[in-house]
């Protein structure tokens, strides 16, 4: 039996913890006169024997208990086809970069395939008695122990992408990092990466003349790519059967410049709104989609482009609330009285006939009627209540919309 993190052995000193307190909790037996004792001699004695019997079973679950809890932190394993470093043996790290970008292709195919089928490669030019660590840049747990050939290729197959984007820097820190102090740290590191710049920082790699770094790098094709950033709506506050403008901004990662690039937004799965766009090598482009929004209650729309291979990045989701009407509570100094501003307010909203506006005084609010409100606005209030304020902090937390006006 191995460990993959055997330092939390060092917490089996702790076992000292259930002694001590089985020697600080031992009882000590009460004086009682008695003319005769020679009927309650054995007695006593089988009784004391007992006691000292379960004080003795309680210290030993204690300490198996704590043992227990330390050994599974300590991850203990049992190897594999390959049972232990013979002579002669090698350890040998592998990293798989398994980022989006690894989706692009070449002229040989996919990359994180050629990445995958050259790591096999690599494993099976190997004793069959070496060892290996196989990584991807999930950096799980079952990574950091060392492996079979056999189970090393295994690995190396169910290798996909994701969306964890390692430096490399971080990643040379991390392959054979836990087994440093095991005495079984790999002596070679392989990496096959598309040396995508964001991950490239040989700076930061640190010095170890000990092992030997090879990187395999494996690029693609054309390195354009679409890449969806952003978007947002020219108004706040979506209502039904309103015109809507959205605004969408895409980016051209490629050294070509693209015309005709196709953009389609979905409003709940039905297509609503199609352009085109044209974007020069290397920037960055805001266009404008149309549409009306004729759906009630919790809304939700898709923009996409088609880049293949690249998929990730070629979708932006976005969900709102839209309402056929919207609530409006004004609150005022002096409902009885109302100052300029609160007619130049009122007449803002008494002009829009999908507006409700609701008046009321800074004493005399409805506290129960906040929660049903899409907009609160406060104006012109020099002392606002506390139970006031309770209440519009708990309103703007659950999503509401406030507007202050100060006095």
């Not at 969900?319 to 109302?338: C, F």
Request: glycine share 6%; proline share 6%.
């Amino acid at each position: 039996m191995a460990f993959a993190t055997p330092g939390f052995l060092w917490a089996l000193t702790a076992l000292a913890i259930p002694i001590l307190i089985h020697l600080f909790q031992l009882r000590r037996f009460k004086r009682l006169d008695f003319p005769n004792v020679h009927l309650l001699k054995d007695l006593s004695e089988r009784s004391r024997a007992r006691r000292k019997l379960r004080h003795l079973a309680v210290l030993l679950a204690r300490c198996a208990a704590l043992a227990f809890l330390v050994l599974a932190f300590a991850r203990p394993y049992l190897p594999g086809r390959d049972p232990g470093p013979a002579d002669g043996a090698r350890t040998i790290a592998l990293y798989i970069d398994n980022s989006f970008s690894m989706d692009g292709e070449n002229a040989n195919g996919r990359l994180l395939d050629q990445a995958r089928a050259m790591a096999s490669d690599v494993i099976s030019t190997y004793d069959p008695k070496d060892r290996f660590q196989v990584m991807d840049g999930t950096f799980e747990g079952r990574q950091q122990l060392l492996l079979g050939q056999e189970d090393a290729l295994d690995a190396a197959s169910q290798v996909v992408t994701g969306p964890q984007v390692r430096p490399l820097s971080q990643v040379i820190t991390r392959m054979g990092g836990t087994l440093a102090g095991s005495g079984e740290a790999p002596e070679r590191l392989v990496i096959f990466t598309d040396l995508q710049r964001s991950i490239t920082d040989p700076d930061q790699w640190a010095t170890d003349t000990t092992r030997e770094v090879t990187l395999v790098p494996i690029t693609p094709q054309d390195r354009g790519n679409l890449s969806l950033d952003t978007a947002w709506f020219s108004t706040p506050v979506r209502r039904t059967l309103q015109q809507e403008t959205l605004h969408v901004g895409i980016t051209n990662h490629g050294d070509h410049d693209l015309v005709g690039v196709p953009i389609r937004f979905t409003l709940n799965g039905a297509e609503r709104a199609v352009a085109t766009v044209s974007l020069p090598a290397g920037s960055r482009v805001d266009t404008t989609l149309f549409f009306r929004n004729d759906a009630v209650g919790p809304t939700y729309g898709v923009v996409s482009i088609m880049d293949a291979p690249i998929r990730f990045d070629d979708e932006l989701v976005l969900a709102w609330q839209t309402s056929s009407t919207m609530d409006v509570l004004l609150i005022t100094e002096n409902e009885a009285q109302p100052s300029a501003s609160d007619r130049a307010i009122e007449a803002v909203f008494t002009a829009d006939s999908l507006t409700r506006l609701i008046r009321s005084a800074s004493r005399n609010v409805d506290l129960t009627r906040l929660p049903g409100v899409d907009l609160v606005v406060l104006n012109g209030i020099k002392d606002i209540p506390s139970g006031l304020t309770t209440a519009l902090a708990s309103f703007v937390e659950a999503g509401g919309s406030l507007a202050l006006f100060p006095a």
